[in-house]
């Protein structure tokens, strides 16, 4: 059994940044079977950013690409999000996700953490 624990969201100005963090437990197939998610009042759930597999390179949508970067850190098990140059289109609860099989999709997710973004 996968267990996913996000933390570090907040409150924060636009311009502002966030790391927030993804800590799993249980058997999982590393961060090449991890991403990151949001969900916006009356959006639907959208990728921000993930690890592809099987070539490992990092996705990120427009929306987010060359503001929000994706990481590791194996030894802790841990996913990281770090967030540059926020907007309040960025407000949304965020959720870490991860997979049973690399080549299937995402099925095990945290509860989520709230990223509120002020103008």
């Known amino acids: 059994q996968v267990q996913l624990v996000e933390s570090g969201g907040g409150l924060v100005q636009a311009g502002g940044s966030l790391r927030l963090s993804c800590a799993a437990s249980g058997r999982t197939f590393g961060s090449s079977g991890m991403g990151w998610f949001r969900q916006a009042p009356g959006k639907e759930r959208e990728v921000v950013a993930m690890?592809?597999?099987?070539?490992?390179?990092?996705y990120y949508p427009d929306s987010v690409k060359g503001r929000f970067t994706i990481a590791r850190d194996n030894a802790k098990n841990t996913v990281y999000l770090q967030m540059n140059s926020l907007k309040p289109e960025d407000t949304a609860v965020y959720y870490c996700?991860?997979?049973?099989?690399?080549?299937?999709?995402?099925?095990?997710w945290g509860q989520g953490t709230q990223v509120t973004v002020s103008s």
């Open positions: 996700a991860a997979k049973s099989s690399l080549g299937g999709a995402f099925n095990y």
């Open positions: 690890f592809k597999w099987p070539s490992g390179s990092t």
